[in-house]
């Protein structure tokens, strides 16, 4: 079964730490996202990356920085984490070709932040 | 700015019912509508639809798009405990994909 891989299901960290998520893909998919999803407010994009060592930042990417250094591996930076980045963060990729489902994410279960 | 917005926010039911969820949309470079169903975890897929007026089926769950006004509906017949979760409409681009902030709908026994 294909498979979108968060490293932590649940992580606590102090404000000021340096905070790795870490998302695997094993469906060899061009592209990977970031996002937070808080209640109200729904999920919104923080970086994109559309092939290795390329990024895009997407809506809110204040306080966070991404890396892809390999093209099944993309890992979202808290360079300092603080209290307001306490959230659930999903990671997803796609592909972009059409006959592999193109405009289809597959989410990973999430990671739930807090930060104290 | 692109945004999508669904309505209703949140929504109780008895089971047997049928919903109606609403998703509103203005993207740029429109070129799809996509639900998903958001359990505990991760939002799985449910449809995509990127032609109006072609209404996409999956059992008890349909879904159609109209491209002039916008809009999309998903509607969920004679509905279950099962059926409880968030619904969550995003619309895609060619760039990257904006979700509305879910439709939370629970359905009592």
């Known amino acids: 079964d294909v498979k979108v891989t968060q490293s932590s299901r649940y992580l606590v960290k102090r404000t000021g730490e340096k905070v790795f998520l870490e998302c695997v893909q094993d469906m060899d998919h061009e592209n990977m996202f970031w996002y937070r999803q808080d209640p109200g407010l729904g999920l919104r994009l923080i970086y994109f990356?559309?092939?290795?060592?390329?990024?895009e930042k997407g809506d809110i990417p204040e306080g966070y920085s991404v890396s892809r250094e390999k093209k099944e591996r993309f890992s979202l930076i808290l360079e300092s984490a603080s209290t307001n980045q306490t959230s659930m963060y999903l990671c997803?990729?796609?592909?972009?070709?059409?006959?592999?489902?193109?405009?289809?994410?597959?989410f990973g279960s999430g990671t739930r932040l807090t930060v104290v | 700015e692109d945004k999508v917005v669904q309505s209703p926010l949140s929504l109780v039911v008895h089971e047997g019912d049928t919903v109606t969820l609403n998703c509103s949309y203005e993207?740029?470079?429109?070129?799809?509508l996509l639900w998903y169903k958001q359990e505990k975890k991760a939002p799985t897929f449910l449809f995509m639809l990127?032609?109006?007026?072609i209404e996409k089926k999956s059992g008890r769950l349909s879904s159609i798009l109209d491209k002039k006004e916008l809009f999309s509906i998903l509607n969920i017949t004679a509905t279950q405990t099962g059926d409880s979760a968030v619904y969550l409409c995003a619309g895609k681009n060619n760039n990257d994909m904006r979700f509305g902030a879910g439709t939370r709908l629970t359905v009592k026994p």
């Open positions: 990127t032609s109006s007026g």
């Open positions: 990356s559309y092939d290795v060592k390329m990024k």
């Open positions: 997803a990729s796609s592909s972009i070709y059409r006959d592999r489902g193109q405009d289809g994410y597959t």
């Open positions: 993207v740029t470079n429109f070129r799809s």
